[in-house]
């Protein structure tokens, strides 16, 4: 799990190869007048997810992770007060890992919280364990998926 804001994005372009379009796309200065949707940067490689949505409180929420995809989530507005647990750590299972949505989620609760600002980003691999969209208002966000292995 990495958290840093935009400005560092640069920081991590070499971490993965889908990273460096990854971290273009979080740059452009008119992403906040993106509308609601999912928009393709490298096909099914690497795409952008944007959101505004009301947060949900800690009870509601349940952890999860991705074993296809990388997520980088950034911040436009709001307060992300997202959780995290290392995947080899949970032991509750809410059920078994759907491969069509690439996701698992956990009734564990998370050993952080992770207070993401506006113009901050987390990035969370496939063995971090996460519960994003905590927050008492509207979240304004934007995710990319970034395959974990790249064709």
Known sequence: MILDVLENAHCYQDLHKGFSKAMVFLSHPDLKELPVGEYAIDGDRVY???????????EEALLETHEQYIDIQ???AGTDEMGWKAK???KQPAGEYDQNDDI?????KP???????????????P????MPLIS????HKVVVKVAVQPS
Do not use: Y
């Open 127 to 130: 063995d971090d364990a996460h």
């Open 74 to 76: 950034l911040i436009l």
């Open 111 to 125: 050993d952080a919280w992770i207070a993401t600002h506006p113009g901050s980003f987390v990035i969370f691999f």
């Open 136 to 139: 008492a208002g509207q979240l």
């Open 88 to 90: 080899s750590l949970c």
């Open 104 to 108: 698992q989620f956990f009734e564990d």
């Open 48 to 58: 952008a997810m944007v959101s505004k949505e009301a947060g949900r409180n800690k």
